[in-house]
């Protein structure tokens, strides 16, 4: 339906399922889809030692949380927080629209939330 | 003569092409597309005759005043009803919204209202706000074809059922609701009846009948433009009731600290309205009379019974809703399965949905031109009902053909191979 990269992505996700260690957990649903992905994310001294996710929801957003946890891990919490949306989306394996910017940039939404969760 | 290709001529949009292909718009359920008689009547209204109304003595304005007027009038026409009945508002959205406002100050707490589960969100959350009043929000059922559970709806009809208000056609189930019975049975018990016909006036022949109390819908809908809807009153409710809003326009005498109000409609319609919406739903309702909407009807009836044999072929498909064309309007709401997706997901133990995402359907749509909505289309209970989180819908109108319907079908039909 979108290409190859993408589904065999949304097929065989590589960061499907918690990880063995976590100290963080987030849900982020998405009230316009119904989608609904939870990351369990392992910080050591301020960066990303290990990030997986669960859930459901459209390719887009599935593929999307997969990518971004690939990106993620081995980055300090303030890069990844950081990354710049246009940016992310450009580099997506497909264009994406409009009107599925939520899709793609669900994951980058939710995971600014880790700050919050670590100031506490 | 219904003559689709004529029709479609009528409509500017309609010529535009994406990519070097034409566009297959299947979501006049969310918004219709222009006629160039509606356009052209904008577009002269404000060339020949624009100016505030019920304000000015000169000539333009009392000009621009009956056009405001007649349109008024040729919406009550259009509906059965009488001229004054007919308030201008922005859309279902604020007709409903205003009859919250203004009816709450008669009710009390453990007062009921009755509303259905297939409502759109405009026909629920103004309804809501009085829970935090002590007043009870009832949900009748739907049975699993997709009907209104009339006993379940006679049920739930209790004394204090101070107000039922009901959707006339799903916009997801495309169900047509009973609303001649449903509004005996609210008469029988006391209650006011109000109609949600956002999705009826613009597809049906439509009558207001002496039990319907309120009757809400928009503009652009019907071919009008957006930011003009209606709400119809029965003339005794709408000298009965409060107004919503208040300042310029309404009024027949401010003192300093005392006012009366102008007679309705105009009571409810504070500020400079919408002339240019008005004149253009007029123009709507005009094209729309030419085409006779028993014709519309069964155009869209045809288009229906198509597109859902054709999807009974494919067996990746779902739909919701009534099986029967006959008792549902031109929208159809659907889900794909893809069962290579779903047996590669299964053996690797990764839960999937059952289905393909609706965006995902929608986008891949959306690659031929063809422009279906996707996700919960305002109406998350229902969605929570059916058990799912989303729907693909595809919807007819007045310039849709079979071939629409059959490039979607075949387009689909795409999916479930690759
Ligand atoms: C059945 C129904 N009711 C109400 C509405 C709300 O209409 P509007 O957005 O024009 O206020 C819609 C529009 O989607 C609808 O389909």
């Known amino acids: ?120 | 003569m219904y003559d689709v290709r004529t029709i479609r001529e009528d409509f500017p949009i309609l010529n535009r092409e994406v990519n070097g292909k034409r566009i297959v718009y299947l979501d006049s359920t969310a918004t219709t597309q222009k006629p160039r008689k509606v356009i052209d009547a904008i577009v002269d209204y404000y060339e020949n005759y624009n100016a505030n109304v019920h304000r000015s003595v000169y000539k333009l304005a009392a000009e621009a005043t009956d056009l405001y007027e007649n349109a008024r009038k040729n919406v009550g026409d259009f509906i059965g009803a009488k001229q004054e009945e007919i308030v201008f508002t922005r859309n279902t959205t604020e007709s409903l919204n205003l009859l919250s406002y203004t009816l709450e100050s008669s009710m009390k707490k453990g007062d009921r209202i009755l509303i259905s589960e297939m409502e759109h969100h405009s026909n629920i959350l103004p309804w809501m706000r009085l829970e935090e009043k002590g007043i009870l929000l009832d949900y009748a059922k739907i049975d699993s074809n997709g009907y209104l559970d009339i006993e379940d709806f006679k049920k739930k009809l209790k004394k204090e059922t101070r107000i039922v208000s009901i959707v006339h056609q799903s916009n997801v189930l495309g169900t047509i609701n009973p609303i001649d019975e449903l509004s005996s049975l609210a008469k029988e018990n006391g209650s006011i009846f109000i109609v949600d016909a956002a999705q009826s006036v613009p597809h049906m022949p439509f009558r207001v009948n002496e039990n319907f109390d309120y009757v809400a819908f928009s503009g652009h809908k019907m071919l009008g433009p957006l930011g003009i809807g209606v709400l119809y009153g029965k003339r005794e409710n709408l000298e009965n009731l409060q107004p919503f809003l208040r300042g310029g326009e309404m009024i027949k005498d401010v003192d300093f600290h005392k006012v009366s109000f102008e007679d309705s409609p105009i009571k409810f319609e504070a500020g400079t309205p919408n002339v240019e919406g008005a004149v253009g739903l007029s123009a709507a309702i005009d094209y729309l009379q030419d085409l006779g909407m028993d014709n519309v009807r069964t155009h869209e009836k045809q288009l229906t019974k198509y597109l859902m044999l054709k999807f009974a072929d494919n067996k990746n498909i779902t739909v919701y809703g009534p099986n029967e064309a006959e008792k549902r309007g031109g929208v159809v709401a659907f889900n794909v399965k893809n069962s290579q997706l779903l047996r590669k997901a299964k053996n690797e133990g990764i839960r999937l949905d059952d289905f393909i995402h609706s965006h995902d359907i929608a986008s891949f749509l959306d690659d031929s031109n063809v422009y279906v909505r996707s996700g919960h289309h305002c109406a998350q209970p229902l969605m929570r009902t059916l058990k799912v989180t989303g729907t693909a819908r595809a919807s007819f109108y007045v310039y849709n053909d079979f071939e629409d319907a059959e490039i979607l079908a075949s387009k689909l039909g795409d999916i479930g191979v690759q």
């Open chain 1, 1 to 120: 339906m979108y290409n190859d990269e993408v589904m065999e992505r949304y097929q065989n996700p590589r960061f499907y399922g918690k990880p063995g260690k976590y100290n963080i957990s987030l849900e982020e649903s998405s009230t316009t889809c119904g989608d609904h992905i939870h990351f369990y994310i392992e910080i050591e001294d301020g960066k990303v030692k290990d990030i997986g996710f669960e859930g459901n929801g459209c390719i887009i957003s599935m593929v999307s949380s997969d990518l971004f946890c690939e990106s993620a891990r081995g980055k300090t919490v303030e890069e990844v927080v950081g990354t710049d949306p246009d940016k992310y989306v450009s580099e997506f394996p497909v264009p994406i629209s409009p009107g599925r910017l939520n899709c793609a940039l669900l994951p980058l939404k939710s995971f600014k939330k880790v700050q919050e969760k670590l100031k506490k």
